[in-house]
């Protein structure tokens, strides 16, 4: 109970912070304050508090509190993660951002993917697509799980040790705006064909191709 109290004083807190309410270079509320204001007990600010500290979102100064950081100048995957995560805060600039992210890593990784793929790859990513194809409707947080994967496992295809790292690192992050957006009636049976598309240019070893089927995944219905 009192870990789901701290989630949401954490995600409304980071939500106040990117929005501005919170600037830069500001003090938050005293503890006392802030447990008033949103009904929560001081044991659960403190517990808050200090994971925000963690994602380094803010600075605790001896006699000023807790000092709100600039997010951008202390960027980290975490803090992303914890942002783009965040409970009804996924806000339209910085969804935007993601996806162009998304565009530019993804392009690349499936055309590398393409001219440097082994075996094991080819028979996994199949393997991804055949586990797609066997979903019910309505399996948006099961088909979000083997997405990810599948982008992945492209990632690690690609040849660059740097783009699976960084790519799995926000696991978190991609399965639950993926279920968001497959909840919106985007269907296993659709995925299972933009993605055999993809896994089709990689397998002929089309760099091009791949790198279009991917883009053309990447902005589906968005």
């Known amino acids: 109970m009192e870990q789901t109290l701290k989630n949401k004083f954490v995600n409304l807190l980071i939500g106040d912070i990117i929005a501005g309410k919170y600037a830069p270079g500001t003090a ?10 949103l009904g929560v007990s001081r044991s ?11 994602l380094r ?3 605790t100064v001896d006699r000023k509190g807790s000092i709100v950081q600039d997010v951008q100048l202390n960027a980290s995957l975490p803090v992303l993660n914890a942002i783009l995560s965040s409970q009804g805060q996924l806000y339209p600039q910085l969804m935007t951002g993601f996806l162009e992210a998304r565009q530019l890593i993804e392009t690349e990784t499936a055309r590398l993917a393409a001219l440097n793929r082994s075996d094991e790859d080819l028979y996994r990513l199949y393997g991804l697509i055949r586990q797609e194809q066997a979903l019910p ?3 948006a947080e099961e088909l979000a799980r083997l997405s990810f994967q599948f982008h992945c496992r492209i990632a690690h295809a690609s040849g660059n040790p740097i783009y699976p790292i960084f790519l ?11 279920t968001r957006y497959y909840q919106q009636g985007i269907s296993p049976g659709e995925m299972t064909v933009l993605h055999t598309a ?8 089309r760099p091009e191709a ?6 053309n995944i990447l902005t589906y219905r968005v």
């Open 44 to 54: 659960v600010v403190r517990s808050g508090l200090a994971e925000l500290s963690a």
């Open 137 to 139: 409707e309505g399996s």
């Open 210 to 215: 791949a790198q279009k089927a991917m883009m």
């Open 57 to 59: 979102l803010i600075e």
């Open 198 to 205: 993809i896994y089709d240019a990689i397998l002929s070893g």
């Open 28 to 37: 938050l509320p005293s503890e006392r304050e802030l447990s008033e204001k």
């Open 168 to 178: 799995c690192s926000m696991r978190p992050t991609y399965e639950i705006l993926l």
